[in-house]
T-cell receptor
Framework: AQSVTQPDIHITVSEGASLELRCNYSYGATPYLFWYVQSPGQGLQLLLKYFSGDTLVQGIKGFEAEFKRSQSSFNLRKPSVHWSDAAEYFCAVGASVIYNQGGKLIFGQGTELSVKP | DAMVIQNPRYQVTQFGKPVTLSCSQTLNHNVMYWYQQKSSQAPKLLFHYYDKDFNNEADTPDNFQSRRPNTSFCFLDIRSPGLGDAAMYLC??????????FGPGTRLLVL
């Protein structure tokens, strides 16, 4: 069965420090990969996505992610965190076969990011 | 700006009293989704419309229904809300099976 694992439930970083949020997926074929961010009481905002091509993708707000097929990972990175980045981050997989049949996203459990001043 | 709009943002209902949540979009996307997100959990897909075709997830309770009268609007009906249905309900849209764009959500409280 398809699954997404975000090993870190909660991460705290200092403002200005670098950030890496981990995401591992389980799926046999090439997945569609997404990172979304959710502020408290809000909907999900798309940060970036990977469908094919260059495995290093750039997103909004200075975020980037790298697809590593050999490790089944799609980790999110940011070189310098801002206080406004504090939020919940979700990695999601649109498993390609299922996705083409209806667009079901499988989400990880989320990583809550806190930023220390 | 093109967007996904959900109304109301907060909804309070009584145990067993039917409630309807609304979603509209100006993106002209042909696919619309409803997700349920409980506190500190990931969103869970309830169902989606691909054009006019309704697709229900196997584990979505019968208490949850949906209507899509036209391309722009989609409704979530909860026929007899229970305390366990208190959650954030997220609407999303996509063009075919590509990137999903989410609305701000409706937080439902059941008293």
């Amino acid at each position: 069965a398809q699954s997404v694992t975000q090993p870190d439930i909660h991460i705290t970083v200092s403002e200005g420090a670098s950030l890496e949020l981990r995401c591992n997926y389980s799926y046999g074929a090439t997945p569609y990969l997404f990172w979304y961010v959710q502020s408290p009481g809000q909907g999900l905002q798309l940060l970036l996505k990977y469908f094919s091509g260059d495995t290093l993708v750039q997103g909004i707000k200075g975020f980037e992610a790298e697809f590593k097929r050999s490790q089944s990972s799609f980790n999110l990175r940011k070189p310098s965190v801002h206080w406004s980045d504090a939020a919940e981050y979700f990695c999601a997989v649109g498993a390609s076969v299922i996705y083409n049949q209806g667009g079901k996203l499988i989400f990880g459990q989320g990583t809550e990011l806190s930023v220390k001043p | 700006d093109a967007m996904v709009i959900q109304n109301p943002r907060y909804q309070v209902t009584q145990f067993g009293k039917p409630v309807t949540l609304s979603c509209s979009q100006t993106l002209n996307h042909n696919v619309m989704y409803w997700y349920q997100q409980k506190s500190s959990q990931a969103p869970k897909l309830l169902f989606h419309y691909y054009d006019k075709d309704f697709n229900n997830e196997a584990d979505t309770p019968d208490n949850f229904q949906s209507r899509r009268p036209n391309t722009s609007f989609c409704f979530l009906d909860i026929r007899s809300p229970g305390l366990g249905d208190a959650a954030m309900y997220l609407c999303a849209t996509s063009r075919d099976k590509e990137t999903q764009y989410f609305g701000p959500g409706t937080r439902l409280l059941v008293l």
